[in-house]
T-cell receptor
Framework: AQSVTQPDIHITVSEGASLELRCNYS??????LFWYVQSPGQGLQLLLK??????LVQGIKGFEAEFKRSQSSFNLRKPSVHWSDAAEYFC?????????????FGSGTRLQVQP | DAGVIQSPRHEVTEMGQEVTLRCKPI?????LFWYRQTMMRGLELLIY????????DSGMPEDRFSAKMPNASFSTLKIQPSEPRDSAVYFC??????????????FGPGTRLLVL
């Protein structure tokens, strides 16, 4: 069965600083990887996804993520954080090639942005 | 185009009462998912449907939980009787069924349930 680990429960960065949120997955085959963001009291919004091809994927709001098979990682990055980026971020893996469509989520990383 | 719609957004009930959560998926989507979010367990799948048929209900906690999808535009998640440990945010999500291995899931705003 697949699993996702987000090692950082809580991260604080200053506005304008760069950001990297870590995500490690466990899955035997090629994973389908997602990053979602959840603002307080809101649902989950898709930031970006990786299915195949170029291992560096661009998403909305200036986010990008890089798939590294050798490290089983899919870290999320942003070069300059804005105060509005404060939220909780979830990495998720899908095992669609097994026929199972449900996603397995990490425990989330809460991002706080200091002025 | 409207996204996934869930109702109610908030529900407060007393232990032992029946609770019904509702979801309207995005039009044209073939897959519908119910997830639950708690502090202790994070986001976990409860059940999902394909073309109104339940495919995987292995995440449904126990017989107190039931889910139905009578047609392509409506699903319910029912808890009867409810217990305080059911307090959580319940999300509905939907995705296309293009035949690709995996499609993006679009989430509703969630229903925040509090069982007293």
């Amino acid at each position: 069965a697949q699993s996702v680990t987000q090692p950082d429960i809580h991260i604080t960065v200053s506005e304008g600083a760069s950001l990297e949120l870590r995500c490690n997955y466990s899955y035997g085959a090629t994973p389908y990887l997602f990053w979602y963001v959840q603002s307080p009291g809101q649902g989950l919004q898709l930031l970006l996804k990786y299915f195949s091809g170029d291992t560096l994927v661009q998403g909305i709001k200036g986010f990008e993520a890089e798939f590294k098979r050798s490290q089983s990682s899919f870290n999320l990055r942003k070069p300059s954080v804005h105060w509005s980026d404060a939220a909780e971020y979830f990495c998720a893996v899908g095992a669609g090639d097994t026929g199972r469509r449900a996603l397995t989520f990490g425990s989330g990383t809460r991002l706080q942005v200091q002025p | 185009d409207a996204g996934v719609i869930q109702s109610p957004r908030h529900e407060v009930t007393e232990m032992g009462q029946e609770v019904t959560l509702r979801c309207k998926p995005i039009s044209g989507h073939d897959y519908l998912f119910w997830y639950r979010q708690t502090m202790m367990r994070g986001l976990e799948l409860l059940i999902y449907f394909n073309n109104n048929v339940p495919i995987d209900d292995s995440g449904m906690p126990e017989d107190r939980f039931s889910a139905k999808m009578p047609n392509a535009s409506f699903s319910t998640l029912k808890i009867q009787p409810s217990e305080p440990r059911d307090s959580a945010v319940y999300f509905c999500a939907s995705s296309l069924g293009t035949g690709a291995y995996q499609e993006t899931q679009y989430f509703g705003p969630g229903t925040r349930l509090l069982v007293l």
